[in-house]
């Protein structure tokens, strides 16, 4: 009743362990499954490895999170390195970053061999020459987009920016390039302030908010996008309980990730959301997640 098929990838459900929580080794990736994720979503990898910034990185708030990490990741080769032996018998999307379109394509072109799909981060929402500044203009979105589907035939899923005042020309802008399908939202660019050291708590002081708190504005983003988008959406941003799931369904995302529920409460959330998203559509007649995608958009 759960399985679906998005990108010529099927999935046991519709939900996805987004980028950045607890995926930074093939193992973790595999309990996600075995704990209930349709698809998992590596930690954004780029050409040179990097440490990431100095803590603290995160901050807990009621909620949600903001988190500045820096782009921790190994870098292309020892990613590969890692991964290359590794069987997976789930999809496993790779995320990739880069500062400009060649290096987003040369990250394709390596890292193609252990992805079952690509997840461009044109989004992160500090990182400077990365992400954000480059996923805010329509222009740089299709110049990356386009040259990552010059290398690679694996699909591509473009993954957008909320701090821009209109995401649905980036989402436009990526299927004109070629994308297979987009995921919004990234974090929403943030601040907290410790009022007693009179200084952001956060060492890179600016950092991406997530959580429960941008749940309304990343639903705001799937809807207006699944107005004007033909390729699929794949819904992300503060996805806590089975019924925020199904709202993002409703509003058009064909397939959802969480990312700050798992870190706050662990692999088990997917389980307890795919049960609910079950007992939902048995109640109400609907037999496939299929039949619900969209709904709310035909009023
Ligand atoms: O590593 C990070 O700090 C980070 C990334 Br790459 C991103 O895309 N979004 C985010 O909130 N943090």
């Given at each position: 009743m759960l399985d679906i098929e998005i990108l010529g990838l099927k999935m046991k459900n519709p939900l996805i362990l987004a980028s950045g929580v607890v995926d930074m080794t093939p193992e973790l990736l595999k309990r996600a499954h075995r704990e209930g994720a349709g698809a998992v979503v590596t930690k954004s990898i780029g050409k040179e490895p990097r440490k990431g910034y100095e803590n603290p990185t995160i901050v807990e708030l009621p909620y949600g999170l903001i988190n500045a990490m820096g782009l921790p990741n190994p870098g292309w080769e020892a990613f590969l390195e890692e991964f290359k032996g590794e069987k997976f018998d789930f999809p496993v999307i790779v995320s990739i970053f880069g500062g400009a379109p060649e290096e987003f394509a040369f990250l394709a072109e390596k890292l193609q061999e252990v992805a079952d799909a690509f997840e461009l981060n044109l989004s992160c929402p500090h990182a400077k020459g990365y992400?954000?500044?480059?996923?805010?203009?329509?222009?740089?979105?299709?110049?990356?987009?386009?040259?990552?589907?010059?290398?690679?035939?694996?699909?591509?899923?473009?993954?957008?920016?909320?701090?821009?005042?209109?995401?649905?020309?980036?989402?436009?802008?990526?299927?004109?390039?070629?994308?297979?399908?987009?995921?919004?939202?990234?974090?929403?660019?943030?601040?907290?302030?410790?009022?007693?050291?009179?200084?952001?708590?956060?060492?890179?002081?600016?950092?991406?908010?997530?959580?429960?708190?941008?749940?309304?504005?990343?639903?705001?983003?799937?809807?207006?996008?699944?107005?004007?988008?033909?390729?699929?959406?794949?819904?992300?941003?503060?996805?806590?309980?089975?019924?925020?799931?199904?709202?993002?369904?409703?509003?058009?995302?064909?397939?959802?990730?969480?990312?700050?529920?798992?870190?706050?409460?662990?692999?088990?959330?997917?389980?307890?959301?795919?049960?609910?998203?079950?007992?939902?559509?048995?109640?109400?007649?609907?037999?496939?997640?299929?039949?619900?995608?969209?709904?709310?958009?035909?009023?």
């Open positions: 992400g954000m500044e480059i996923g805010q203009d329509p222009n740089n979105v299709y110049e990356v987009v386009k040259a990552v589907k010059d290398v690679t035939d694996k699909p591509i899923i473009a993954k957008l920016t909320p701090n821009t005042n209109d995401i649905t020309k980036l989402g436009l802008a990526a299927e004109k390039a070629g994308a297979d399908a987009v995921s919004a939202i990234n974090t929403l660019k943030a601040i907290a302030i410790d009022i007693y050291a009179k200084r952001p708590i956060l060492n890179n002081k600016i950092g991406g908010y997530s959580g429960p708190g941008i749940k309304p504005i990343a639903l705001r983003a799937v809807y207006d996008l699944a107005r004007v988008l033909d390729i699929p959406i794949i819904g992300i941003g503060g996805i806590t309980t089975w019924q925020d799931a199904v709202e993002f369904l409703l509003a058009g995302a064909s397939a959802l990730q969480i990312g700050t529920a798992v870190y706050l409460r662990g692999f088990s959330v997917f389980k307890e959301i795919a049960q609910g998203i079950e007992n939902y559509l048995r109640e109400e007649g609907f037999k496939s997640v299929h039949e619900i995608v969209g709904l709310a958009l035909k009023v």
